[in-house]
């Protein structure tokens, strides 16, 4: 291919994207050709096509064009907002099994440190991590010989995922405490893993607590996450349980749709769970990204049972909106931090060329009951309880060291002295909302009264900037129905 006709194919590659993403969001091009200016596109891309051939003909080292055109292609979409971007064949193969409830790679969840160190949140139960030994808190220094500083856990997720039955070395350094009490880091050592086919389990744990308080930690939104939290919460229900607590710290979010059949688990037939709202269109008529979302059964929950909801900073995207609705119409107190602030939806616009490729590209913001989107602005909790992150990396250990030698105790954690079956030790770590929680449900009052003395109102805890209220939530809907989210 010589260099003259590379950057012909890429200019055509590159138009033919930019028609195929903007002709289906909303006429791009019918509006380009209707300004004043009437700049033909070819004209303005034509900057792009003269640093493709510069690169061609300058670079130190041969390039070829295709690894271009996808690096031009993510610069584009990534520059729109932090959730939009180019995905690759491989990177869309792995969305689509993530909502199905399985990925491959070597099962653990990640995140950053008050350092910025990517660290190991906790590894799977029964994953090739939990089998290679990783375990909580190892700080990830490097990836196949590959430095993660500077990477997001996104960044060092997509390294980490690959093929079942190929391999990935992490390189990895241990806090160890010292008989003195100090903490100390180990020297680096590798660790190689062999990735397999891992199922998202949504159910990270189900146990009864103190005082007959059932809990339940719901990790993703995913297609069989209804299904998987209404027998968890039929099975509690059957053993009598006083109150409950669904924690939703750490959920990244996933389908829209799975919020909508999560929140019908405890509200009314017919209650609004949220709304999503696409760019208006010049004519004034909706946009096709516009729907709502109602539930349609009734609640498999008393309505009077004590409910208590746990969020964090890492509660992002569907875990926000049954936190929203679950607030909105006071069905359950909300306890913990400020949630992350994901109130975007995201569509998967399949692309022709690069062949298998596709657009993630933010389609429509949500909407709470409250007629707010969150988006980048998060939900407060109307009980508010803090963790550091330090703190909730040394609960993360706790917890997975309860059942490292015993898998049959995966969903009996341990959280501290409210958790049945554990010894108080002076190093046990308390997981502190959670405690909270347990103090709330034993106050000596009905449990309507408890919701109004704790309940924050709605336009405290659910606020948006100005430029993202909604003044008309009473348009004619219709249009998409879930919106892949990853973590953040």
């Not at 050709?33 to 080292?61: C, S, W």
């Not at 070597?106 to 290679?132: L, R």
């Not at 308080?213 to 719901?218: A, F, K």
């Not at 554990?422 to 449900?441: G, N, Q, S």
Request: aromatic share 6%; proline share 4%; net charge negative.
């Amino acid at each position: 291919m010589t260099k003259r006709n590379a950057k012909r194919d890429f200019l055509t590659v590159l138009v033919f994207c930019l028609v195929m993403v903007f002709a289906l969001s909303n006429g791009f091009l019918l509006r380009i050709y209707a300004q004043d200016q009437q700049v033909e596109i070819y004209q303005e891309i034509e900057p792009i096509g003269d640093v493709i051939d510069i690169i061609l003909k300058e670079y130190v080292r041969d390039v070829k064009i295709n690894e271009v055109v996808e690096g031009a292609l993510m610069g584009m979409v990534g520059s729109l907002d932090r959730n939009s971007a180019f995905v690759s064949a491989e990177e869309l193969e792995a969305l689509r099994e993530e909502t199905k409830g399985e990925f491959e790679g070597i099962g653990i969840s990640i995140k950053q440190d008050d350092n910025g160190y990517i660290t190991v949140f906790m590894p799977m139960v029964g994953s090739p991590a939990a089998e290679a030994g990783i375990k909580p808190n190892d700080i990830i220094v490097a990836i196949d010989g590959k430095s993660s500083e500077g990477m997001t856990t996104s960044d060092a997720a997509d390294v980490i995922r690959g093929k079942r039955g190929s391999y990935v070395t992490l390189t990895l350094v241990r806090p160890e405490v010292t008989d003195t009490g100090e903490e100390e880091k180990s020297d680096p050592f590798d660790v190689k893993v062999q990735r397999a086919r891992i199922p998202l389990d949504s159910i990270k744990e189900a146990q009864i607590l103190q005082n007959d308080v059932g809990y339940i930690r719901l990790s993703t939104f995913s297609d069989t996450s209804t299904k998987d939290l209404e027998k968890y919460i039929k099975e509690l229900l059957s053993q009598d349980i006083k109150a409950l607590v669904l924690d939703l710290r750490w959920n990244y979010g996933g389908l829209l749709t799975a919020s909508k059949d999560v929140s019908e688990l405890f509200l009314p037939a017919h209650s609004l769970v949220t709304y999503t709202r696409g760019r208006a269109r010049e004519d004034g008529s909706p946009s096709k990204e516009d729907m709502r979302l109602f539930t349609s059964k009734q609640p498999i929950l008393d309505p009077d049972l004590p409910f208590i909801v746990l969020v964090n900073s890492e509660t992002a995207s569907a875990a926000e909106i049954v936190t929203g609705a679950l607030q909105f119409y006071q069905r359950a107190l909300v306890l913990g931090q400020k949630t992350f602030g994901k109130g975007s939806v995201q569509t998967i616009i399949p692309l022709q060329r690069p062949v298998n490729s596709a657009l993630r590209l933010t389609t429509a913001l949500y909407y709470t009951p409250a007629d707010v989107t969150i988006d980048h602005q998060g939900i407060l909790p109307d009980v508010e309880v803090e963790m550091t992150r330090e703190q909730e990396l040394e609960l993360a250990r706790q917890m997975y060291e309860s059942f490292e030698h015993d898998m049959d105790k995966q969903h009996h954690q341990n959280h501290g002295s409210m958790t049945l079956g554990f010894e108080a030790a002076e190093d046990t770590v308390e997981d502190l909302p959670l405690a909270r929680a347990i103090e709330i449900f034993a106050e000596d009052l009905p449990w309507q009264e408890v919701l109004q003395k704790y309940h924050r109102d709605i336009h405290e805890t659910q606020t948006a900037s100005e430029t993202n209220t909604v003044n008309d939530p009473k348009r004619t809907i219709g249009g998409k129905t879930e919106a892949p989210s990853e973590k953040p």
